[in-house]
């Protein structure tokens, strides 16, 4: 089973964010995809020429998750329904969660701000994750990601991630977060 990418040429014109910015991560993503997809034909072929017990074999394996979460977390870009509810009994109101969400997001370093549903608690966190194959909560489930390696805002905003953050948080598919939601639910 092979992955597509997802078009999101429909982003480009979003306020905020230059065209080239929003191509450069398309580009990225695409390649996430691509590298995840011959991973899966790699594993495959070793699989039948028994080369599983291999370093290459345990190497490729451990390369998996890098390209499989690139491709994962970069798919993942109105305030309503079960979704804002669940942030505002899990925070105190969305105004503290964005503040919260927004923090992590500004701490110094490379990585991702997530949003995860932890199901079996049935509450939401804000996690730092420094690379996009490490350091993810078991089991809990990403419903929304910000990239914040500078490759994702540089090219527009330099060294100010705070005004990216700030336009990232305006231009929330927040339909797309409810969806994700829903379905962890």
Same mark, same amino acid.
């Given at each position: 089973?092979? %992955? $597509?990418?997802?078009?999101?040429? =429909?982003?480009?014109?979003? !306020?905020?964010?230059?065209?080239?910015?929003?191509?450069?991560?398309?580009?990225?993503?695409?390649?996430?995809?691509?590298?995840?997809?011959?991973?899966?034909?790699?594993?495959?072929?070793?699989?039948?020429?028994?080369?599983?017990?291999?370093?290459?074999?345990?190497?490729?394996?451990?390369?998996?998750?890098? $390209?499989?979460?690139?491709?994962?977390?970069?798919?993942?870009?109105?305030?309503?329904?079960?979704l804002?509810?669940?942030?505002?009994? !899990?925070?105190?109101?969305? $105004?503290?969660?964005?503040?919260?969400?927004?923090?992590?997001?500004?701490?110094?370093?490379?990585?991702?701000?997530?949003? %995860? %549903?932890?199901?079996?608690?049935?509450?939401?966190?804000?996690?730092?994750?420094?690379?996009?194959?490490?350091? =993810?909560?078991?089991?809990?489930?990403?419903?929304?990601?910000?990239?914040?390696?500078?490759?994702?805002?540089?090219? /527009?905003?330099?060294?100010?991630?705070?005004? %990216?953050?700030?336009?990232?948080?305006?231009?929330? /598919?927040?339909? $797309?977060?409810e969806?994700?939601?829903?379905?962890?639910?």
């Open positions: 089973m092979a %992955y $597509e990418a997802k078009n999101f040429e =429909h982003l480009i014109g979003l !306020s905020g964010f230059s065209e080239q910015l929003l191509k450069n991560h398309f580009t990225l993503y695409q390649g996430y995809v691509n590298n995840t997809n011959k991973l899966l034909d790699t594993f495959s072929t070793m699989t039948r020429e028994g080369k599983t017990g291999t370093s290459e074999f345990a190497e490729l394996k451990r390369r998996f998750g890098w $390209e499989f979460n690139g491709m994962r977390l970069r798919k993942i870009f109105d305030k309503k329904g079960k804002f509810k669940k942030l505002i009994e !899990s925070f105190g109101s969305y $105004e503290t969660w964005e503040k919260d969400f927004l923090t992590e997001g500004a701490m110094r370093g490379i990585g991702w701000a997530v949003l %995860y %549903y932890d199901v079996p608690a049935g509450k939401l966190f804000n996690v730092w994750v420094n690379e996009h194959d490490v350091g =993810h909560l078991s089991g809990a489930v990403p419903i929304l990601v910000i990239d914040v390696f500078e490759h994702a805002f540089m090219l /527009d905003y330099g060294l100010k991630r705070a005004d %990216y953050l700030t336009v990232f948080i305006r231009a929330v /598919d927040w339909d $797309e977060a969806k994700r939601f829903s379905k962890a639910v």
